[in-house]
Nanobody
Framework: VQLQASGGGLVQAGGSLRLSCAAS???????MGWFRQAPGKERGFVGA????????YYADSVKGRFTISRDNAKNMVYLQMNSLKPDDTAVYYC???????????????????WGQGTLVTVSS
């Protein structure tokens, strides 16, 4: 499974961005997660979605501002980020866990496949 994250960039505080994660190399749908790593910090959980899209879960820091969705017909997962804050500045990674899993997973080590990351910079 190969994952390609895109959509990062520079945005002012209060603005919005939508990240995309394209999956290839598989016909299965996986439970997916988004993580982020700020400079000098460990990689942290942002949100997760089950294979069908019916189950989602978010970190408290982004709840109400970020939304994960997916289009299985296109093998795409999205992270819509609204009301961005400077603290959201980080490299964002998408990850794939297990095929046909509805479980939303917050632990990075539970994900088998990772994209290369896309940088989001939020200016104040």
């Amino acid at each position: 499974v190969q994952l390609q994250a895109s959509g990062g960039g520079l945005v002012q505080a209060g603005g919005s961005l939508r990240l995309s994660c394209a999956a290839s190399g598989t016909r299965a749908n996986y439970n997916m997660g988004w993580f982020r790593q700020a400079p000098g910090k460990e990689r942290g959980f942002v949100g997760a979605i089950g294979w069908s899209g019916e189950s989602t879960y978010y970190a408290d820091s982004v709840k109400g501002r970020f939304t994960i969705s997916r289009d299985n017909a296109k093998n795409m997962v999205y992270l819509q980020m609204n009301s961005l804050k400077p603290d959201d500045t980080a490299v964002y990674y998408c990850a794939a866990g297990s095929p046909w899993s509805a479980v939303v997973v917050t632990i990075a080590t539970s994900y088998r496949y990772w994209g290369q990351g896309t940088l989001v910079t939020v200016s104040s």
